[in-house]
């Protein structure tokens, strides 16, 4: 186990926003519009094609959801929030150390069973890049999220200051990898290299290589 002068604390994404539970109708809404986002494109799918689908008016989307941008919105939060109840589950089950740092590398395969078009959050950045959108606030807190979660498993093993931020920037890029690579090839092959290259970076820093 490796440890390194501490350095400031880098700064902590925010915690996912919990909203109240829909009603049957607002939940069908959002259930058709998610899928219809995630697989056409936020930018290419209007309100029109998403009140046909869910057999409901325009007026009632809108009653429901107020605008576009915030049926946007509510998709991306809802999907942050099933994301990292799923990592944060995985982590909590495995032993300190190298186990823990993999979890999210792990939850990769069952998670890309059904999203094949690679990482909805990235996908949202490209199609809202405007960092006042809501939506992409939700996106980019996202990706501030696992950030702060591999330097927090990082601390825990033992790495300080500076290395522990570029190494959890390093992971994070090896995860990022992993989508794009699974959305040109999906299955659990694609997923493979970005794994196998974590553990070498972490055990190179002394962390499961005991």
């Known amino acids: 186990m ?3 002068s501490a350095g400031p604390e880098p700064p ?3 915690p996912p926003r919990t909203e109240p539970p829909l009603t049957p109708g607002a939940r069908r809404i959002l259930d058709t519009a998610a899928e219809l986002f995630y697989e056409r494109g936020i930018t290419a799918t209007g309100v029109d094609t998403v009140a046909e689908a869910a057999q409901i008016t325009k007026r009632t989307l809108y009653n429901r959801f107020g605008s576009k941008d915030a049926l946007v919105t509510a998709y991306l939060r809802e999907r942050d929030e099933r994301w990292r109840a799923l990592v944060t589950e995985a982590v909590e089950e495995r032993a300190p150390g190298l186990p823990r740092l993999l979890a999210p590398f792990d939850v990769l395969t069952s998670w890309t069973a059904s999203n094949s078009r690679g990482c909805a959050f990235v996908n949202a950045l490209a199609e809202l890049p405007d960092p006042a959108h809501p939506a992409h606030r939700v996106a980019a807190e996202e990706k501030k999220w ?10 825990e093993s033992g790495l300080k200051g500076r290395e522990r931020g570029e190494l959890a920037d390093q992971l994070v890029c090896l995860h990022e990898g992993a989508l794009v690579l699974h959305s040109l090839r999906p299955g659990p092959a694609a997923l493979r290299p970005a794994r196998a290259g974590a553990r070498t970076l972490l055990r190179a820093k002394g962390i499961g290589a005991g």
Not at 148 to 154: D, G, K, M
């Open 12 to 14: 902590q994404a925010e």
């Open 2 to 4: 490796t440890s390194r």
């Open 146 to 155: 696992l950030r702060a979660l591999f330097v927090r498993l990082l601390g």
